[in-house]
T-cell receptor, first 115, second 117 residues
Framework: KAGVTQTPRYLIKTRGQQVTLSCSPISGHRSVSWYQQTPGQGLQFLFE???????NKGNFPGRFSGRQFSNSRSEMNVSTLELGDSALYLC??????????????FGPGTRLTVL | AQKVTQAQTEISVVEKEDVTLDCVYETRDTTYYLFWYKQPPSGELVFLIR??????QNEISGRYSWNFQKSTSSFNFTITASQVVDSAVYFC??????????????FGSGTQLTVLP
């Protein structure tokens, strides 16, 4: 069974630009969560999508947005990039059924550098 | 709100030594899940264990063991006879068992474990 894939793996952008990151969950998984990892703030929850609907959202500005497609693939977008957005962005997939915890499987991440 | 504290930023041990990684948490929820994840240099988070707040039994899996103590809000992780391949950053995480938030993990700051040959 293929794992969670994230593209691209590395990205370099300049301030003010926007960026779109992609995540393909494990086949059959309907929930995709996004996390930001920085040396200063650590791992922080961005949002979760389930069946094309945002189900949870962390404490991030509106510049961070996401969506999920009918095949469960998810994209996250960051507009008007700031230097502080430089981070490793991790995607996690899980079955997402019901309200119980399903084990989350993480992808390798996308390393975003903002210059 | 939840909070997870991993006070040990870095630990260095020599191969075959035992090492314990500490995790202390705060939550107002009465039911919750606790996790440990490993992050090797490749960056991918690897799931190690999940424990719910109802079950305070300790667990052992090979060289790994976990000690959950609700009275002290701690969920410590011990690696016995450490190996070089155990070198990684280890994260403790928490999520409440409530509708809609079960997949929103709150992570600790992580402990960098280095096992020297």
């Amino acid at each position: 069974k293929a794992g969670v894939t994230q593209t691209p793996r590395y990205l370099i952008k300049t301030r003010g630009q926007q960026v779109t990151l992609s995540c393909s969950p494990i086949s059959g998984h309907r929930s995709v969560s996004w996390y930001q990892q920085t040396p200063g703030q650590g791992l922080q929850f961005l949002f979760e999508y389930f069946s094309e609907t945002q189900r949870n959202k962390g404490n991030f500005p509106g510049r961070f947005s996401g969506r999920q497609f009918s095949n469960s693939r998810s994209e996250m977008n960051v507009s008007t990039l700031e230097l502080g957005d430089s981070a490793l962005y991790l995607c996690a997939s899980s079955l997402g059924a019901g309200t119980g915890v399903n084990e989350q499987f993480f992808g390798p991440g996308t390393r975003l550098t903002v210059l | 709100a939840q909070k997870v504290t991993q006070a040990q930023t870095e630990i260095s041990v020599v191969e075959k030594e035992d090492v314990t990684l500490d995790c202390v948490y705060e939550t107002r929820d009465t039911t919750y899940y606790l996790f440990w994840y490993k992050q090797p240099p490749s960056g991918e988070l690897v799931f190690l264990i999940r424990r719910n707040s109802f079950d305070e039994q300790n667990e052992i899996s090979g060289r790994y063991s976990w000690n959950f103590q609700k009275s002290t809000s701690s969920f410590n992780f011990t690696i016995t006879a450490s190996q070089v391949v155990d070198s990684a950053v280890y994260f403790c995480a928490l999520t409440p068992i409530s509708s809609g938030s079960a997949r929103q993990l709150t992570f600790g700051s992580g402990t960098q474990l280095t096992v020297l040959p």
